[in-house]
């Protein structure tokens, strides 16, 4: 299932947020979307979820989601989303129990996604148990539990220090080498963009227009270590962005 | 390179500690101390005649005066009529204030109709009602119980709401990216944010409810504490009020530590 994006343009009242924005996401894809803080791309990321309706212009599924899905467009949130009073295989359970799975059904795709996200020894832990990095495992999870065709991650790794960062993102990869899944990946961090985007796209300030999009043929697998070309991409990157940067960094939050 | 201190420059002073305090803890053996440190004064003052028995009867003899209800059997009528009010006037008090709180947590329509009237009625003390009740719901049960229920009734409301208010949006947002039934994101979402709240309005509501009972019992109420107290009271029986205003507070006591257990059972994963 592909996604594609027709002239999204939306504005708050008087301000105007994004502008005539579109975009294709292809099966398959890591489409990394990236732009200076308040530019917009959250809110785009909601749109492409169904989140938030846009001013103008459309989000289209083209095609349809494989066979199994529960849940074509799913989210990975920045601040994780788990439900406190809920255990780690409640809150995977949270989203099966309305589908019409049986208690069996249920509970083996509970176990195969934790034993995917390698967190089976943490079934029964509390949220307030767990590191940061283990509670976006868990809400990955979550999310592969509902066989997503297109996983929409809002800044996913932003809530966490630096090493767990690192840890998390080559899960990203490994993930993406076995499943292949499609996703857009809202991050205002270039490393995580080159590392994982196969597609790069480059918001500007508000109100957020597509300023351009970089193309990283490189296979994910390979993108480790010392990598003169990922260095050349992500420096244009932020030549693209650093006065954009600037001057949002300048703007009052909100008016 | 060496992080070992030169033995060969001066010594130099610690630096000052400014860190720690401002996080009381609570000290089990603390509260009894206090208690028993007071009654034990009061009895003493009352003994040396330093205070007056016309003033306040000594807790030996507010003590003497419990013992005649227990041995006359009356402190189980006394208490089992009250209890009976309390609980079904602050149950359904808190059950429809948990229904009403949630409508107005969750509708615009219930919130921007019925928050004004919360606001307006919550402040009138219902004791100034009571004549209506008994017109209302008879001078029976019915107007002892109503008198309760509509006193829990509306701190329940607002916690309820209050509550719900203050759900992370963002995890109802995620029930809503996962495909979440309507009345899925409700019970299994919104209602359990915002159980701290309600138990917290429990708590307040458990308090009100026994204030109440006191004044719902000046209804020509054979039996209950409150009544005992009332009777106590105009007879200027002062160690039976003192015995019964103690039965109150241990009845307040007990609401407390249940609530408490409820709340850390439900509560559990805060911790």
Known sequence: MDLSLRHISHRYDEVEVLRDISLEIGQGQIVCIIGPSGCGKSTLLRMIGGLERPTSGEVLQLGEPPAGCLNPLTYIFQDFALLPWRTVEGNISLVLEDHALDGAAREKIIADVLARTKLSDFRKAYPRQLSGGMKQRVAIARALSVRPAVLLMDEPLSALDSQTRELLMDDLVELWEKENYTAAYVTHNLAEAVRLGHKIVVLSRRPGEIRDIVEIDMPLSARTGENAELEAVQKRLWTLMRDEARAADMELLDE | ?271
Not at chain 2, 35 to 49: A, C, P, Q, S
Not at chain 2, 119 to 125: K, Q
Not at chain 2, 141 to 146: I, L, R
Not at chain 2, 153 to 175: E, H, K, S, W
């Open chain 2, 1 to 271: 390179m060496s992080d070992r201190p030169s033995d060969s420059q001066e010594r130099g002073k610690p630096v000052p500690f400014r860190g720690g305090g401002f996080l009381p803890k609570p000290k089990k053996i603390i509260a009894p101390i206090v208690f028993i440190v007071l009654i034990g004064l009061w009895e003493l003052g009352t003994r040396t005649g330093m205070i007056s028995p016309l003033i306040l009867p000594a807790p030996s003899e507010a003590f003497g005066a419990f013992m005649d209800l227990v041995n006359s059997g009356l402190l189980w009528q006394h208490l089992a009529a009250s209890l009976q009010r309390l609980l079904i006037g602050w149950f359904s008090g808190t059950m429809l204030g948990i229904l009403v709180g949630t409508l107005i947590g969750l509708f615009s329509l219930a919130r921007s109709g019925m928050q004004p009237l919360v606001s307006a009625i919550f402040p009138i003390p219902k004791i100034a009602l009571l004549p209506l009740f008994v017109i209302w719901f008879g001078i029976g049960e019915g107007s002892k119980v109503a008198t309760i229920l509509f006193g829990t009734f509306f701190p329940t409301v607002i916690a309820t709401y209050g509550g719900i208010d203050n759900v992370d949006r963002g995890l109802i947002r995620m029930g809503q990216s996962f495909g979440l039934s309507r009345i899925s994101i409700i019970t299994k979402i919104i209602l359990p944010g915002a159980l701290p709240a309600i138990l917290s309005g429990a708590r307040i509501s458990a308090a009100i409810a026994i204030i109440l009972l006191v004044a719902a019992e000046m209804i020509a109420a054979e039996f209950g504490i409150g009544a005992y107290i009332l009777l106590a009271g105009s007879l200027m029986a002062t160690d039976q009020l003192i015995a019964g205003v103690a039965i109150l507070s241990c009845l307040g006591l007990v609401f407390a530590w249940l609530i408490g257990r409820a709340e850390k059972y439900f509560l559990k994963w805060r911790a």
